[in-house]
Structure formats: C-alpha cells, structure tokens
C-alpha cells in the first residue's frame, strides 16, 4: 500500500493568514492526489483533485500543488469556515488511502 | 443535487455481520460515469477506504478487509450496501458511503453521506 504522510499534524493560524499543509507519498503517484476538508461531526468535503484542479464550487483560495511524491495545499487567505481537518488521498493505486489529517486551529 | 444516505444498526455484536445500506437520490446508480464507495472513520482517527462497487456488481476492496467485506448493488432501488462480517472492537467506526469517481487522474470521493456510527460492543 502506498503510504501518505501529511505535516503538520495540526496546526495554528489566525484569519487572514496563509497557510501550506504538505502530503507526502511513499512512492510516486505522479499527480494521483486529492484533498478533502472535514468539519468535526461532518462527513469529508472535496476540494481538490488531480493534485491542482479547483472542485467546482470551491473558493479560489484553495489552491494545490505538486507531482510524484511531494504535494501541498495552500489556502492563501484564512477564512473563519477554513478551520477543520484536512486529508489528502492518493488514487494512482488500490487500495485508496489517506494522510492522517493535519488539523488547522485558530491561533 | 446528489444525496447520499447510510442506514443500518448503530449497533452490531462482536463476531456477528455489520450491514449498512446507502440510498443515492437525486441521480441514478447506475450511471455509466460514476462507482460508489464505502469508506470509515475509527472515533478520532483517520480515513480508511473499504470498498467500491459498480453497477454492473464488479467490486474493488481493500485487500486488509477484503476476507470479511461483500459489497452489493440493488439498481431497482437506487442502493448498494455494505457488508462485513466477523467484526470486533476495532470495526468500531463511522460509514460513510460516496460516489467514487474513477476516470483516469479524475478519481475521487465527489459526493458524500453523513456518517453513520456502528458500534461493536456486546
């Protein structure tokens, strides 16, 4: 199984700040990644896929990057709803699997 | 607008089989496009795929599940379902059902339920 490490684990910001979470997978997925946000008692909401494609309906805010082993996700302006969980999940092979979560606190 | 929603006991006897059903409305199972998943939370952790199933029945399990895991589709009622037998503490987790998503790099989780707890516990 592929392996995904995601850091921090969790992380503190304040509103307005920008903010990079990195995903690491233990081989290459080219650009196999996507990216979910979760809200505590809420089922994953999807933002990203394709390492770097926008999720209709997601805000421009979210942005991802990356290939091959090393990903990010950056949120440039922190908004109050931005708090939450975030996952990142590789599919370039089965077993579909995911980070641990970094979660992001406000500061 | 696409809705998914899981039923099924919340709670399931150690060794005994946890069956959970998702009815998809707002959209037909058996699209062409799309699969449909099952994924779980443990309380506090992390996301953990199960399984995947196509309307035509063919299925795609997590090989560390797959001893104990049957998927199935019911196209004339809009569901699939999920069945895992022999479960123990460590099944102890929220279901979510999804639509999966699998054509080449576009391959994901787009449409989710809202969870539903199963406990095991005597």
């Known amino acids: 199984d592929i392996q995904m490490t995601q850091s921090p684990s969790s992380l503190s910001a304040s509103a307005g700040d920008r903010v990079t979470i990195t995903c690491r997978a233990s081989q290459s997925i080219s650009n196999y990644l996507n990216w979910y946000q979760q809200k505590p008692g809420k089922a994953p909401k999807f933002l990203i896929y394709a390492a770097s494609s926008l999720q209709s309906g997601v805000p421009s805010r979210f942005s991802g990057s990356g290939s091959g082993t090393d990903f990010t996700l950056t949120i440039s302006s922190l908004q109050p709803e931005d708090f939450a969980t975030y996952y990142c999940q590789q599919s370039y092979s089965t077993p579909a699997t995911f980070g641990q979560g970094t979660k992001l606190e406000i500061k | ?122």
Do not use: M
Request: proline share 4%; hydrophobic share 30%.
């Open chain 2, 1 to 122: 607008q696409l809705q998914l929603q899981e039923s099924g006991p919340g709670l399931v006897k150690p060794s005994e089989t946890l069956s959970l059903t998702c009815t998809v409305s707002g959209g037909a199972i058996s699209s062409s496009s799309y699969y449909w998943g099952w994924i779980r939370q443990p309380p506090g952790k992390g996301l953990e795929w199960i399984g995947t199933i196509y309307y035509s029945g063919s299925t795609y399990c997590n090989p560390s599940l797959k001893s104990r895991v049957t998927i199935s589709v019911d196209t004339s009622e809009n569901q699939f379902s999920l069945k895992v037998s022999s479960v123990t503490a460590a099944d102890t987790a929220v279901y979510y059902c999804a639509r999966h998503s699998r054509t080449g790099v576009e391959n994901y989780f787009d449409y989710w339920g809202q969870g539903t707890l199963v406990t095991v516990s005597s």
